[in-house]
């Protein structure tokens, strides 16, 4: 096993921003009885106190707001602005989550003989929560804020690449929780099976392989898990869309943050003959050619390093998959070896559906443009891929709108809206290869993180 574990800074690779033990699975066992002792008092202590100490994480992350985003830079490479968002919707998610613990906890009906009949939910006891690392904060909190407002305790082992955020969090968080009841876990694979084998409720985001295997190992424990796997996500630019309006639009939510989301955008289908999809693909070639990588830190920069060696030899093979199959490389291509983990924002077209690049997840700056003859091929492309995360789509009649966002198979859908950001409070989730089990965020996270049972009162029968 790993026995320490490094992150280093994207766009200075020679900057180590972490070098820490590697949790074993002893450590995880035992981490895992503390969370249990402590979870007890945790739930016993009522709503007003969980509500009250994930109000004062709140408060004291929004305090220290300007460091955490310092370090997310640091860290990940991501664009500072970007950067400054995320804390502030990490802000905004402990703020959600300190008024969701006073929610309902359950439903009265009628009883069928007298008495009184209800339902209650209650915690399932230790969180198992396995995280990414390309929004290092706003994860683990949109995971470890809900099942901590409805009474659990969380184990959280965090991406390698993203493991001084996740200690910083929960140094900050420590500060308000009692103690043991959130414990990062740092480590590789091995520290992540053992954090499955502890848990009583799993909650995974990354990859499609280490996520299936997620859910296996926790179904045969018979636990509740639910994954998010990333996606190939399509923006359809119907006839009828302004050529330079969409371009800038699918331009960013495809390349931000070197295109390191998941749902960034990764095939634009252009609608229309000819004609069309050239006009539609100059102006993406224009818009995607004018997002030039730079340091994260400096604001205004849009396009950072990827986050590893690894990672921008992935975008490259791709792009040598492309031209060695027939395709073009429109504008881009070339990584910046001088300066950390850079790629450049790449543009291709030319590829069959069936190629592995319009089928796979390529994790960075890489977007494909496809062509459509109508509205019935724009929809079996955008559906074309294993994936089901979200499509965009992107005109001016309502009809053509409604009925690409009717027919789709995706998770969420997106009209006349980037594929990238999402609203804390609405569920989030995808279909097929994107997606094992329940939705997250909003309520519907609190319904994962807690058991309903149905509880029978009958009248005192003497």
Same mark, same amino acid.
């Given at each position: #096993?790993?026995?320490?574990?490094?992150?280093?800074?994207?766009?200075?690779?020679?900057?180590?921003?972490?070098?820490?033990?590697?949790?074993?699975?002893?450590?995880?066992?035992?981490?895992?009885?503390?969370? +249990?002792?402590?979870? +007890?008092?945790?739930?016993?202590?009522?709503?007003?106190?969980?509500?009250?100490?994930?109000?004062?994480?709140?408060?004291?992350?929004?305090?220290?707001?300007?460091?955490?985003?310092?370090?997310?830079?640091?860290?990940?490479?991501?664009?500072?602005?970007?950067?400054?968002?995320?804390?502030?919707?990490?802000? $905004?998610?402990?703020?959600?989550?300190?008024?969701? /613990?006073?929610? /309902?906890?359950?439903?009265?009906?009628?009883?069928?003989?007298?008495?009184?009949?209800?339902?209650?939910?209650?915690?399932?006891?230790?969180?198992?929560?396995?995280?990414?690392?390309?929004?290092?904060?706003?994860?683990?909190?949109?995971?470890?804020?809900?099942?901590? $407002?409805?009474?659990?305790?969380?184990?959280?082992?965090?991406?390698?690449?993203?493991?001084?955020?996740?200690?910083?969090?929960?140094?900050?968080?420590?500060?308000?929780?009692? $103690?043991?009841?959130?414990?990062?876990?740092?480590?590789? /694979?091995?520290?992540?099976?053992?954090?499955?084998?502890?848990?009583?409720?799993?909650?995974?985001?990354?990859?499609?392989?280490?996520?299936?295997?997620?859910?296996?190992?926790?179904?045969?424990?018979?636990?509740?898990?639910? $994954?998010?796997?990333?996606?190939?996500?399509?923006?359809?630019?119907?006839?009828?869309?302004?050529?330079?309006?969409?371009?800038?639009?699918?331009?960013?939510?495809? #390349?931000?943050?070197?295109?390191?989301?998941?749902?960034?955008?990764?095939?634009?289908?252009? *609608?229309?003959?000819?004609?069309?999809?050239?006009?539609?693909?100059?102006?993406?070639?224009?818009?995607?050619?004018?997002?030039?990588?730079?340091?994260?830190?400096?604001?205004?920069?849009?396009?950072?390093?990827?986050?590893?060696?690894?990672?921008?030899?992935?975008?490259?093979?791709?792009? /040598?998959?492309?031209?060695?199959?027939?395709?073009?490389?429109?504008?881009?291509?070339?990584?910046?070896?001088?300066?950390?983990?850079?790629? +450049?924002?790449?543009?291709?077209?030319?590829?069959?559906?069936?190629?592995?690049?319009?089928?796979?997840?390529?994790?960075?700056?890489?977007?494909?443009?496809?062509?459509?003859?109508?509205?019935?091929?724009?929809?079996?492309?955008?559906?074309?891929?294993?994936?089901?995360?979200?499509?965009?789509?992107?005109?001016?009649?309502?009809?053509?709108?409604?009925?690409?966002?009717?027919? *789709?198979?995706?998770?969420?859908?997106?009209?006349?809206?980037?594929?990238?950001?999402?609203?804390?409070?609405?569920?989030?989730?995808?279909?097929?290869?994107?997606?094992?089990?329940?939705?997250?965020?909003?309520?519907?996270?609190?319904?994962?993180?807690?058991?309903?049972?149905?509880?029978?009162?009958?009248?005192?029968?003497?």
């Amino acid at each position: #096993m790993t026995t320490t574990i490094q992150s280093r800074s994207p766009q200075y690779p020679g900057d180590l921003v972490a070098d820490v033990p590697a949790a074993t699975a002893g450590d995880v066992r035992e981490a895992a009885g503390t969370a +249990r002792t402590v979870q +007890r008092d945790w739930w016993d202590g009522g709503a007003a106190a969980r509500a009250t100490a994930l109000g004062a994480a709140a408060r004291t992350l929004r305090e220290r707001a300007a460091e955490a985003a310092a370090l997310v830079v640091r860290e990940v490479g991501k664009p500072a602005g970007e950067a400054r968002a995320e804390v502030g919707r990490a802000v $905004a998610i402990l703020d959600y989550y300190v008024q969701a /613990a006073y929610g /309902a906890w359950g439903e009265t009906y009628p009883p069928s003989a007298g008495g009184v009949l209800w339902t209650e939910r209650r915690p399932h006891g230790v969180a198992g929560l396995v995280t990414p690392w390309n929004f290092p904060l706003a994860i683990p909190l949109w995971k470890a804020a809900p099942a901590l $407002a409805v009474g659990n305790a969380v184990l959280l082992k965090p991406s390698p690449e993203a493991v001084a955020c996740a200690t910083w969090l929960a140094d900050l968080m420590a500060e308000t929780l009692p $103690a043991g009841l959130l414990q990062v876990l740092p480590g590789g /694979a091995e520290t992540g099976e053992a954090v499955v084998r502890a848990a009583d409720v799993v909650s995974f985001t990354g990859s499609v392989t280490v996520g299936s295997e997620v859910a296996v190992a926790a179904t045969r424990r018979r636990v509740p898990v639910q $994954a998010e796997m990333g996606g190939h996500n399509a923006a359809v630019v119907l006839p009828d869309a302004d050529p330079g309006m969409v371009a800038r639009v699918l331009a960013l939510a495809a #390349m931000g943050f070197a295109g390191q989301k998941c749902t960034a955008t990764r095939r634009v289908v252009v *609608v229309g003959g000819d004609a069309r999809v050239r006009e539609v693909t100059e102006a993406l070639v224009s818009a995607v050619g004018a997002l030039e990588p730079g340091d994260p830190s400096e604001d205004g920069v849009t396009v950072g390093p990827v986050v590893t060696e690894a990672a921008r030899d992935r975008v490259v093979d791709a792009v /040598a998959a492309v031209r060695a199959s027939g395709g073009r490389v429109l504008v881009g291509g070339v990584g910046d070896r001088g300066r950390g983990w850079y790629v +450049r924002p790449t543009l291709v077209d030319g590829l069959d559906p069936g190629h592995e690049v319009s089928q796979q997840e390529v994790f960075g700056p890489l977007a494909l443009v496809q062509a459509a003859r109508d509205l019935d091929h724009a929809v079996a492309l955008a559906d074309g891929t294993p994936y089901g995360l979200v499509t965009s789509v992107h005109g001016r009649d309502a009809g053509p709108l409604l009925e690409v966002a009717r027919r *789709v198979r995706t998770g969420l859908v997106k009209v006349n809206a980037p594929t990238t950001g999402v609203d804390f409070y609405a569920p989030f989730g995808g279909e097929a290869a994107s997606s094992i089990g329940p939705r997250e965020q909003g309520r519907a996270a609190l319904d994962f993180y807690a058991s309903t049972r149905t509880v029978t009162f009958a009248p005192h029968a003497g």
